[in-house]
């Protein structure tokens, strides 16, 4: 959304409004919405077919929210000097007030922080599947923790949300981050493996 955030307080929504106003607004109706009960390698005939493109986004509540992501991080600064370049496809997309009582979405790259995207930009920034897992693995790599998915409850990917676009510009699958490791046979690590760099993406 292009235009200013005029957010003052007057309306109340969180981060789950921001999320299911994306959703009901581009999902396609005859979308896949995850998690995939289990069948992961039926699913991965559909979505992983050729031509598909991938995006990741991260819903926050409004723009005031944007630097917590940076605590998620074991050297943030590190992660952003070796992502930035790549990150046309991952995006923060939040919430605010054009007008009064007029809710809207905004959206900016996550590390190279771009802004002044048009949501329906989005949709068509995404990836092929084998750069978007190269850039998903150095992602994670520079997350703390690095149980994402484990049974310890929600990791910190379980909040990332993994579009699947085809080749008529429509989101057919959505899915937490955790839930696209998994389709891919991707078993959750006790411990993330820090990567100083981010080849070939």
Known sequence: ??????????????????????????????????????????????????????????????????????????????????????????????????????FELWAQTYFSGRTGIVLDEILNNGKGIRAFILYVKAFIAFKKGGN?????????????????INKDGEICACMSLTDFRRSLGVKPTPEAQHESAAPGM
């Not at 995939?36 to 929210?65: M, P, T, Y």
């Not at 991952?90 to 009582?101: A, C, R, S, T, V």
């Not at 994402?148 to 699947?164: F, R």
Request: hydrophobic fraction near 35%; aromatic fraction near 12%.
């Open 1 to 102: 959304m292009s235009g200013q955030d005029n957010t003052t307080g007057s309306m109340i929504w969180w981060e789950k409004t921001v999320e299911y106003y994306f959703v009901a607004k581009y999902l396609s109706k005859t979308a896949a919405i995850a998690p995939l009960d289990g069948n992961h390698e039926k699913a991965g005939d559909n979505i992983f077919a050729q031509g598909n493109k991938w995006v990741l986004i991260e819903f926050k509540r409004s723009k005031a929210d944007l630097d917590s992501e940076k605590e998620k991080f074991i050297n943030y600064d590190q992660a952003k000097n070796t992502l930035s370049a790549f990150d046309s496809h991952h995006f923060l997309i939040y919430g605010g007030l054009l007008n009064p009582g007029q």
């Open 148 to 164: 994402p998915g484990g049974s310890g409850g929600l990791g910190l990917t379980d909040y990332a949300q993994v579009a699947c």
